[in-house]
């Protein structure tokens, strides 16, 4: 289909408002520019690659130039071309419009409200398709079965990318759902699994995110902060790293409310 066509993914992800995607979230978030959680020794968009940045006019630019034109009638981009069946030529015509499948989890949904508004001004149409998380997983995720899919990935304190980009994890129950594959990729996953020096790791990975960009398979979004509101009186609490939601107790034992001068 369309989304084969590297610039036309590379369109997407230029016509996709990441800011303001992040700013529609219900609690906090920042927008992010790499596929690997920000505390993992790598900054936000240190990879090889160029960080992808909100540019509709590139990205209008870019279909242009592949022969996409408005529709008259609606607005959506289009191109007719003349392919040859046999002995006869028959004109084809092909629609910039696409479903975006996500979790009806009302964050997702107001973000992916927000790039159907994005793309929808540079042309490109998008329909919404949210559906329960049980549901998500056994008809889209599972089967690999979306055109464009918003959803997360969870890491934990020492996240292992490998099960979400390796080439053996391409299928049911591996958590590679955009089929990636490149062996120069694999062995920086593989590596990354048995390094313990974090600076090494962090190479890798910087690695690894500019051969992701290169292809344009996801576009990153934002990560969310958890955000822990305690009462005023509560002292002592410092919350430097919080993984799951458990982690905001993991220094209780020094948190205090009354003090007393000796």
């Not at 593989?190 to 960009?213: K, M, S």
């Amino acid at each position: 289909g369309e989304l084969a066509e590297r610039k036309i993914r590379e369109a997407i992800a230029d016509g996709n408002p990441k800011e303001k995607v992040a700013g529609y979230t219900f609690g906090a978030a920042s927008p992010h520019d790499t596929p690997f959680p920000p505390f993992y020794g790598i900054p936000s968009g240190s990879g090889t690659g160029t960080p992808i940045s909100f540019d509709p006019e590139r990205a209008a630019t870019l279909l242009q130039n592949l022969g996409y034109a408005r529709a008259s009638t609606t607005g959506i981009l289009e191109k007719t071309e003349k392919k040859q069946e046999g002995k006869k030529t028959v004109e084809k015509k092909s629609t910039l419009s696409f479903t975006l499948t996500t979790s009806d989890w009302p964050d997702l949904q107001r973000a992916a409200e927000v790039i159907q508004q994005g793309l929808n001004a540079v042309g490109i149409d998008i329909t919404i398709s949210a559906m329960p998380l049980s549901e998500l997983d056994a008809s889209a995720i599972r089967p690999r079965n979306f055109e464009l899919l918003l959803f997360g990935h969870a890491y934990g304190y020492e996240p292992d990318p490998f099960i979400f980009w390796h080439s053996s994890q391409t299928k049911d129950p591996g958590l590679n759902i955009v089929r990636y594959s490149d062996k120069a990729s694999d062995k920086l996953l593989e590596e990354v699994r048995t390094i313990t020096d974090r600076g090494e790791r962090a190479r890798r990975l910087a690695e690894l995110e500019g051969r992701l960009q290169s292809e344009l398979l996801m576009v990153p979004l934002f990560a969310e902060h958890y955000l822990y509101i305690l009462p005023s009186d509560i002292r002592g609490v410092n919350l430097v790293v919080i993984s799951v939601p458990s982690d905001r107790f993991n220094t209780i034992d020094q948190w205090y409310i009354y003090t007393k001068r000796i």
